[in-house]
């Protein structure tokens, strides 16, 4: 799937989008309240309705609800029946339908505290957001005008015509580099010159020729750092980890330069195996020094010819890349979206191949735990039952929730509380929550004994650096509590805390922030991708690093600032931060949204603890 | 008009009757031909059944737990630092299977960089490139490296195969065309296949072949002058191939290249750090401009004793990468200290070039005293740092060959020699070389060692064999 397709699915189903969704989202969060009664983990009602903070736009569409409800309450299902938004906006309409009794209270145990939301921009927003795209393309096809008739010039490097040679790039990428990409460079690719923890120094940086290049000045500035995938906060340069890696470099060396089957596997590796297969509570594991290779090393080895990817739309460019490698079909389906991915699931199996007509070798369902760009979290519970229900096998990217996510911080599976035995294959990354680099992938013995022998990367890449292994054992020792100090708990709750706090905090403000309320990355949209690019400016200029992403990685409309939790972060930091958010959110009025903020049910308790 | 309803009264009632029943007709196919349609649709019941009916193939296949190549993974603990020594089940082996050829692995001048940068930055950069995962370290290492290679501009990778496998999809779209020399490593091979351009395929090495396929794409491109105009045309070679340990004949690709208006991607992995008076690998080798190649990329974990890879070329090629490279857009970017050893290995390889006329002339006694061994074959360059050891007379049956060499790596592994055989994913292979002990050099070896490797080499070859 090309990112084009995935802003066509994106403008296509996004657009329409009416209020009366909006008012049925309000109509299934108020029986919220009501599931929230019961359930363990949540504290009271009468708490929560006092919590509920003051709405901005949300009254009268109140009232409406209350009118709306009973008749909502039975069409509901239909109504928003194959829309996209059904499907990543309602999670707990499911329960509306009818059920065994068995199902319902299944459902519950998870999906009553699951919220997630993506709410759409007024349509004049969406509008604004087009024209202002438009102008720039207006703008660039102005200069690339004159400078045919030899007004201007692109300053950068363009492509010097070698005669007789096919010039190597297209005209529309290269246009959208220049004449859009180029006007928020400034707001990627910012080196540091320090550890990326909770602060960093930002390297200082001026452009003389309107951002075609950057010259470094030299110096740096200390800002705070909502940039870096350090969820847990092991990105140290002091501490039991950095000490536990110096030793190991001493004793180890810096690299071992042969692959896994040709004498590159150590004892450490061994090790390291091991441990994460102890920490995902699968039987074996095996480690890749690359995470993006992780999957798209491995992905070859499990699917190829004759099988069948279900792929979520939104999945990582790693997956999509291991998936086109492995030769298999791929099909996507809307994101996060379980009635979709059902239906193509039985679609599939009725029609089976294309042309030959066979039936399927086999069916993967590959779907990330978080997806970064979204902040949304996978339906775990529903993806296991239909992979139970199909017989389809899943491969679950826990790239972003490892560590992030779940009581112990071991991820998805251990958020929703369910058994890592019933994940085919549990793929994961050590760069984000352990401060490391490289990937896993966990599974049954016997899943791991293939990919020892068939993947890639144990036979054509050289095996993870010793000091890279250490930095994982040590962290990951530290999660589990082997060190015998609260220390891994601490973070883990620390960013859980921080999570909710400040995702809270601005859906009280009344900005749209995207995602599950307890995912750590916190995309929060403003549309227009000039003020995605000013509001990051100006918190760099205010102490604070912030990363944003514009087309082509989001759809064209949905330019956003994501920030990136840590549980190094401390309340005064996510305070500024939020401060600076509420003043900027006034003046580029960026506080669009009209939906009452999520419950933030046991956030509250911990609150009253620190 | 009036003539016309005249005419209408006028006609035979069958006539109307008969128009009537037409018009009708074409109605009906117009608007209810999908009533007519045959009913191919399934019950509900029918759909269920086939879904229970339907059992996938297991996820993978079942492997006896004492699969040889698992054994060997699992039977060989290696502990303790790979250098020159390695140390395989408590025992002390003279390390003839890493590729770490200058011993940058275990230098402690590199390890001591490492260590001052995990002081400074801690492990991991937490992030891609993109998002604040671009150290000082890694611009000082682009730099050092486009110094280096006498290039423009450099561009870094956090990971060797990831290399080559992101910088080809990153041009080569489909529709385009790749020649490539059929003996291409593995991870060349998935940049090929990810790039889903049409792949031509010329013998290894022959570049008679080559040009031939050359002048083939250029009938057919004069044939179709449109189409050629948007075709674009790649040549992609390993500098020094791992597969084989032989060099490409680089001049001859040169001219064939402004001959044919292809662009020339050449993969160094292997003899970046190793060949030319300075290391600078084959383009210094044969004395030819880096200019004249569009793009080289080499891994940083051979001779260079860390991990990454990196691409260097002009500018306007390179540049290219940093939004188009999957493997560099969509990574975490590579750890600091390990960027700064790398730059510590290349700042020692430029201070002291005599360490490569060491691996050189290395090299070279390793090659004339293992060609003596009876029974088999050499395969690759004398100043070539890695050598395959081939069986003279293989038998057909390629298990059975490999399970011999295992015998003797394994055999001279318990003699203190550690060696390994080359592994290959043979289904997936585009080319499967045949089976091989694959030797590397490293310049820390003195006289004696290499004598003592050759010799418990050769009995264990002869011990074998002759069995």
Redesign the interface.
């Known amino acids: 799937m090309t990112i084009r397709e995935i802003y066509n699915t994106h403008v296509k189903e996004e657009f329409p989008a009416s209020q009366t969704v909006q008012a049925l989202e309000s109509v299934t969060s108020k029986r919220m309240t009501d599931i929230l009664s019961e359930a363990p983990f949540s504290g009271s009602v009468t708490e929560q309705t006092t919590r509920i903070p003051v709405l901005t736009h949300g009254n009268g569409l109140h009232q409406e609800n209350d009118r709306l409800k009973t008749k909502l309450s039975v069409t509901n299902k239909q109504r928003i029946n194959g829309h996209r938004r059904s499907c990543s906006e309602t999670p707990y309409g499911r329960s509306m339908q009818k059920k065994s009794e068995m199902d319902i209270q299944h459902d519950k145990k998870w999906e009553s505290r699951f919220y997630e939301s993506f709410e759409d921009p007024p349509i004049w927003t969406s509008i604004l957001t087009y024209i202002s795209f438009l102008i720039l393309i207006l703008v660039g096809h102005m200069r690339e005008f004159l400078k045919k008739l030899g007004i201007g010039r692109v300053k950068n490097i363009s492509e010097p015509n070698i005669p007789g040679f096919v010039t190597l790039y297209q005209t529309w990428e290269s246009f959208y580099h220049w004449y859009i990409f180029r006007r928020g460079k400034d707001t990627l690719y910012r080196a540091i010159n320090s550890v990326p923890g909770a602060e960093m120094d930002v390297m200082d940086r001026v452009t003389d020729d309107h951002y075609w290049t950057f010259r470094y000045t030299g110096t740096s500035t200390r800002v705070i750092n909502f940039g870096s995938y350090n969820y847990l906060g092991f990105s140290q340069n002091t501490g039991p980890c950095a000490e536990a890696v110096e030793k190991s470099v001493n004793e180890l060396g810096n690299a071992i330069c042969a692959s896994r089957q040709e004498l590159g596997y150590l004892q450490i590796h061994k090790e390291l195996d091991d441990l994460v297969a102890d920490y995902l509570g699968v039987e074996a594991a095996i480690t890749v020094p690359m995470g993006f290779a992780t999957n798209s090393m491995n992905l070859p080895a499990l699917v190829e010819k004759g099988c069948l990817i279900l792929s979520d739309e939104l999945n990582h460019a790693s997956l999509i890349l291991g998936c086109r490698l492995s030769g298999a079909q791929i099909k996507t389906f809307k994101h996060n979206c379980m009635e979709d991915l059902e239906e193509k699931l039985k679609e599939a199996i009725i029609d089976k191949q294309p042309r030959t007509h066979r039936k399927w070798k086999k069916i993967l369902i590959v779907v990330e735990g978080i997806y970064s760009m979204e902040g949304s979290i996978v339906k775990l519970p529903d993806v296991i039952r239909l992979k139970k229900k199909y017989k389809a096998y899943v491969y679950l990217d826990e790239a972003h929730s490892i560590g992030a996510i779940g009581p112990h911080g071991k991820g998805v599976v251990d958020y929703f509380g369910m058994d890592p035995k019933d994940i085919d294959i549990m793929m994961g990354t050590f760069t984000k929550s352990f401060g490391a680099v490289g990937g896993y992938i966990g599974g049954s013995k016997r899943l791991i004994n293939h990919l020892r022998l068939r993947s890639h990367s144990a036979i054509y890449s050289s095996t993870m650096a010793p000091s890279i292994v250490q930095q994982v054992i040590s962290s990951m020792n530290i999660i589990l509590g082997r060190d015998n100090s609260r220390d891994g708990i601490k973070r883990i709750n620390q960013l859980k805390w921080n999570t909710r706090y400040f995702r809270r905090r601005l859906q009280e403000m009344g900005f749209i922030v995207y995602g599950n309320k307890d995912s750590p990355v916190v995309p929060m949209v403003t549309f227009s991708p000039a003020k995605v690019v000013y509001f990051s400016r100006y918190c760099l200029e205010h102490g604070i690093g912030v990363t944003v992403a514009a087309f082509p990685a989001v759809p064209l409309e949905k330019s956003r600032i994501r920030f990136c939790l840590s549980a190094s972060h401390t309340k005064e930091m996510l305070d500024k931060v939020l401060e600076m958010t509420d003043k900027l959110g006034d003046t580029l009025s960026l506080k669009l949204s009209r939906k009452e903020p999520a419950e933030y049910g046991d956030s509250e308790d911990q609150d009253e603890e620190k | 008009m009036y003539d016309m309803f005249q005419a209408l009264l006028q006609a035979p009632s069958y006539h109307l009757f008969f128009e009537a029943l037409l018009i009708i007709w074409i109605f009906k196919l117009l608007f209810f031909s999908k009533a007519y349609a045959p009913e191919s649709v399934?019950t509900e019941k029918e759909?269920e059944e086939?879904?229970a009916e339907?059992?996938?193939?297991?996820?993978?296949?079942?492997?006896p737990?004492d699969?040889p190549?698992?054994m060997?993974?699992e039977n060989?603990?290696?502990?303790?630092?790979?250098?020159k020594y390695?140390t395989?089940n408590g025992k002390s082996c003279v390390n003839m299977?890493?590729?770490?050829f200058l011993g940058?692995?275990?230098n402690p001048s590199?390890?001591a960089e490492?260590?001052k940068t995990?002081?400074?930055?801690?492990?991991?950069?937490?992030?891609p490139?993109?998002?604040?995962?671009?150290?000082?370290v890694?611009?000082e290492l682009e730099d050092k490296i486009a110094k280096f290679m006498n290039c423009e501009e450099a561009i870094l990778y956090?990971?060797?195969?990831?290399t080559i496998?992101s910088a080809i999809p990153a041009?080569s779209k489909r529709g385009d065309v790749i020649f490539a020399d059929e003996g291409v490593?593995?991870?060349i091979q998935?940049g090929l296949?990810?790039s889903r351009s049409k792949i031509k395929w010329f013998k290894h090495n022959d570049m008679e072949d080559l040009e031939r396929l050359l002048i083939e794409q250029a009938k057919e491109d004069k044939k179709n002058p449109k189409k050629?105009?948007?075709?674009?045309?790649f040549l992609v070679v390993e500098g020094l191939y791992i597969n084989y340990g032989d060099l490409c004949p680089l001049p001859k690709l040169v001219e064939l290249k402004w001959k044919y208006?292809v662009?020339l991607f050449l993969e160094e992995s292997l003899s970046f750090g190793i060949l030319g008076s300075n290391g600078k690998g084959v383009t210094e080798h044969y004395n030819i401009s880096p200019d004249d190649i569009d793009l080289i990329a080499a891994s940083l974990?051979?001779a260079i004793?860390?991990?990454g890879g990196f691409c260097c070329g002009k500018?306007?090629?390179v540049?290219?990468q940093?939004?188009?490279g999957?493997?560099y857009?969509?990574?975490?970017s590579?750890?600091p200290?390990?960027a700064t050893?790398a730059i510590e290995s290349l700042r020692l390889i430029d201070e002291k070039p005599g360490m490569l006329v060491e691996l050189r002339e290395n090299c070279e006694k390793i090659h004339s005293k293992l060609s003596d061994i009876n029974g088999t074959v050499i395969v690759g360059e004398p100043i070539s740092p890695v050598k395959h050891i081939r069986l003279a007379e293989p038998s057909t049956d390629r298990d059975f060959d490999v399970q011999t060499l295992q015998k003797i790596a394994d055999l001279s592994r318990d003699n203190k020699v550690?060696v390994?055989?080359?592994?290959?994913?043979e289904e997936?292979e585009h080319k499967l070389p045949l089976p091989s002990i694959?030797i590397s050099v490293n310049n820390q070896l003195s006289d004696e060692e290499i004598d003592t490797v050759f010799t418990t080499l050769s009995e264990a070859f002869q011990k074998i064999i002759t069995h």
């Not at chain 2, 299977?97 to 770490?100: F, R, Y």
């Not at chain 2, 956090?158 to 990831?162: L, Q």
């Open positions: 399934l759909k086939l879904i339907w059992q996938p193939e297991p996820l993978a296949p079942e492997i737990d699969h190549v698992l060997a993974m060989n603990i290696i502990t303790g630092k790979p250098g390695v395989i299977a890493t590729l770490n940058m692995a275990g590199v390890e490492a260590i995990l002081k400074k930055y801690g492990v991991g950069s937490c992030g490139r993109g998002f604040y995962g671009t150290m000082d890694h611009l956090a990971f060797g195969f990831a496998a041009y490593c593995f991870a998935k296949v990810a050629a105009k948007v075709t674009r045309r208006k662009r974990e051979n004793g860390s991990t500018k306007y090629i540049d290219h940093r939004l188009s999957l493997g857009c969509f990574s975490a590579l750890p200290m390990l050893a550690a390994t055989l080359a592994r290959y994913l997936e694959r």
